[in-house]
């Protein structure tokens, strides 16, 4: 397995595997992994002929009050995992290869980067939209994967690739969960044993409202009453937001249809985790 620290060192390799006609999926992740970015890796894996995984925590995404520095980081743990996996070349760039001191240009959106984690995260979507950017120029993907536990993200990055016209094809992988239902995150880490198992509270929420969807409950505002009761029935839980909407568009939903997204933002203790659910998918298992 390659490990590329620079640009230079990523692009000579990939421009041989291009002039070799060899196609390249990309997994773009911040580490401290865990076996949804794994499931990422082994998809790509099977639709390419070469896997290129980036280990690279973006401090443009963060806000001044946000985690940066406690963002948990285990290079060789990651590493490991990765040639586990296969993964043909990890590209793990200090933050001064990505941005000059003077860097000053962005790729910014609107619309659907406002609503959700766009309104408590404000620079989030601008910080991943540009890093994403740069990477697909350092890469040349094929392909590039990412979760839908991050459903906002996966919405935003997919019209950016849309809307600036890159020639490459944005996958969307299932959410991996924990045995209980917690979709696996890397913030997980953070939570104590008490925390964690108040966390469970989130699966069991959206599962209720899936439910109800079934039964046949399509009013959003009552589906989007039911999980906040639930949440709110955990004393360790605070919600940041509870939605229905449109899951291309991300606009609020007055009626909830297949393909609409209920997504949801908790934070317990001091930690914030993210959830959701598609409207049509199977429903989410929980124990």
């Known amino acids: 397995m390659i490990i590329a620290k620079t640009i230079d060192e990523a692009r000579k390799v990939i421009w041989q595997w291009k002039a070799e006609g060899l196609t390249i999926g990309l997994c773009p992740t911040m580490g401290y992994l865990h076996e949804g970015h794994i499931s990422l890796m082994e998809a790509s894996k099977k639709e390419n002929d070469k896997t290129v995984a980036s280990l690279f925590v973006n401090p443009m995404q963060f806000g001044p009050t ?3 520095a406690k963002y948990p980081r285990d290079f060789e743990r990651d590493r490991a995992m990765m040639e586990a996996c296969g993964v043909d070349m990890v590209f793990a760039p200090e933050a001064s290869e990505m941005y000059a001191e003077d860097f000053c ?3 910014d959106m609107t619309i659907v980067s406002e609503t959700l984690c766009g309104k408590s995260r404000p620079v989030m979507f601008r910080g991943v939209c540009t890093v994403l950017t740069k990477l697909i120029n350092i890469v040349y993907p094929n392909r590039m994967y990412m979760g839908k536990k991050d459903a ?3 919405a935003v990055v997919r019209r950016m690739v849309r809307d600036l016209n890159f020639n490459i094809e944005v996958v969307g992988c299932p959410t991996i ?3 209980d239902g917690l979709a696996k995150s890397s913030r997980n880490s953070y939570l104590a044993p008490e ?3 108040a966390a469970h509270i989130l699966s069991q929420a959206l599962r209720l409202a899936q439910d109800a969807i079934a039964a046949g409950q399509r009013n959003s505002a ?3 009453a039911l999980i906040k009761t639930k949440i709110l029935s955990e004393p360790l839980a605070e919600i ?3 939605e229905a909407v449109d899951g291309l568009s991300m606009q609020h939903v007055e009626t909830l249809s297949d393909g609409d997204l209920v997504p949801i933002a908790v ?3 001091t930690t914030r985790l993210i959830d959701n659910f598609t409207v049509g998918d199977p429903p989410i298992e929980v124990k």
């Open 66 to 68: 946000e985690d940066l």
């Open 105 to 107: 240009t962005f790729v």
């Open 152 to 154: 906002q993200q996966l």
């Open 177 to 179: 969960r924990e045995e």
């Open 195 to 197: 925390e964690r198992k």
């Open 222 to 224: 009552s589906i989007i």
């Open 240 to 242: 940041d937001y509870v």
């Open 267 to 269: 934070k317990i203790g």
